[in-house]
């Protein structure tokens, strides 16, 4: 099976130091004919003895078209080479009925490993090991494994196989467009350039779009039966 999709993701710099940022970042996703909205705030830094970016960050998304609402945090460890991302997720809404069909937002944790590769693409390739939890012990385990390439400065190209053990395996393919806006603006002149070249890479990254699963995950009944869907 595939899946199809695509994002349009804002960053707007609230706060930036020469080893800090705070940020807010606004998302429309359309996967599966449905439109899911994420607002969230991070905030990031770059501490004195550490080549890398801690960062935390808060989500609140919503799919407009059936009303399930959720809520996310996440932690982040950046590096100039890969990262290591943990996220968490906690569905708000409670049932609902979207085309006749029973939906509930599931509760869930995932966490990311990534190496990056210094070239024009910037290539990263990734595992994703996820966990979602339902009412009445429903369970679903899985991984992903895939790529993340960026085309240019805006748009990222995201190819990954996902496999769980409530449903079949699938190739997902993500477009994701990107506009920094504030402090985040790229294009303006860097006002605190460090005599370290691996901390002013890694300050490239302090507005980088935080990397979650902005498609809320549902269960489903049909015929008495529990499933699994985007």
């Known amino acids: 099976d595939w899946v199809i999709g695509g994002t349009a993701t804002g960053v707007i710099g609230l706060l930036e130091t020469a080893d800090s ?3 807010s970042q606004l998302s429309l996703s359309r996967v599966d004919k449905r439109t899911t909205g994420n607002v969230g705030f991070g905030y990031r830094r770059i501490p004195d003895n550490l080549n890398a970016i801690i960062g935390a960050n808060v989500f609140f998304d919503e799919e407009f078209s059936s009303g399930h609402q959720r809520v996310g945090l996440g932690l982040e460890y ?3 080479q890969g990262d290591i991302i943990f996220n968490h997720y906690n569905g708000i809404s409670k049932e609902k009925k979207y085309k ?3 939906e509930k937002a599931l509760d869930g944790n995932d966490l990311k490993i990534s190496y990056r590769f210094d070239n024009t693409f910037q290539p990263e390739l990734f595992f994703r090991g996820f966990e979602w939890k339902g009412e009445n012990g429903y369970k679903v385990n899985g991984h992903e494994a895939g790529a993340i390439v960026s085309l240019n400065k805006n748009i990222v190209l995201r190819v990954s196989r996902k496999d769980d053990d409530k449903s079949k395996s699938a190739v997902k393919a993500m477009l994701t467009y990107t506009v920094n806006l504030g402090e985040a603006d790229q294009a303006k002149p860097d006002r ?6 691996e901390k002013n890479t890694l300050r490239k990254r302090l507005f980088k779009p935080v990397q979650r699963e ?10 008495g039966i529990v499933m699994s869907t985007y």
Do not use: D, E, Y
């Open 214 to 223: 902005n498609i809320i995950r549902k269960s489903q009944i049909k015929l």
């Open 78 to 80: 950046l590096t100039t």
């Open 100 to 102: 006749g069909v029973r």
């Open 192 to 197: 605190f350039t460090s005599q370290n070249p």
């Open 21 to 23: 940022a705070a940020f």
